[in-house]
């Protein structure tokens, strides 16, 4: 909501005064941030904070609507945010093709960036296997902005720029804060059965006293990200033994569940971009 409201007050009182009161907001609350003994004053430092960045983030986006020609928005946008190689160039297609059309591209793509991770990691994969498909993510994701951007702003009045950049930014930031809550969530709960599953697999290199305990414990480390520790009282072997397996069960039931989180997201991506066809042509663009 303070999106919202910092945005059509931009377009009350001006959006070079709301920045300019943005920027002091934001930067005396980082050195106040800075200055904190206690974390009272860090969380008050840090409430102020974020107010400065609502009071930033829609004078950024607004001005591009008030100055730019409707057929030139989309590369502005792109330049404005330039979050990856592709957003310029994604805001020059934007501007010939149409703003949806380009967004349902960098989706797609994004989805693709995904996916070659959930099909090429495993336990011993290396940083460098996963490459292809970081960049393929950067890429797009830099050039779904723009267009994003165009397709929202669209045969809007200039007048309403503010509040609409407002409602815009408090639409996305709520995605995704619900986005990352379900993800979180499916990610835990794939991570404590895949781990439990790895785990029954595995518990027969181990002493018999001990396979039950490994896979409560296995299961159990969900909770804590990491693979659990080596009961006391075992002999140097046998903890060395307990601790290789415990290792080899956590990493594969971790990549697996990433796997499954890459999946979904890619899923969500793909409806994402199919319901771009939903946006109407849009109205007389206003210069």
Known sequence: MPLITTGRLGDI??????????????????????LAGSPSWLLAARLLQRLGGALLFPQVISPILTIFPARQRGRAFGVAVLTAVGSAYAGRLSDRFGGKYILMTGLALLATGLLVPAVMAGPDT??????????????????TFAPLQQATMDGLDPRLAG????VSSTIRQVGGVLGTAVLGALLAARLASALREEAEKRAGALPAHLRARFVDDSAAAARHYRPPTPPG???????????????DTFATGFVTAMQTAFVACAVALVIAALCCLMFGPPGRPRD
């Open 13 to 34: 009182f001006g959006y070079r005064r709301l920045y300019v009161i943005g920027i002091i907001t934001f930067t005396a609350a980082s050195a106040l941030c800075g």
């Open 126 to 143: 290396d940083a460098w296997s996963l490459l292809p498909g970081l960049l393929i993510i950067g890429i797009a994701g830099g050039a």
């Open 163 to 166: 509040e609409a950049s407002g």
């Open 233 to 247: 009282g075992l002999d140097a072997a046998t903890a060395g033994l307990y601790g290789r397996v415990t290792a």
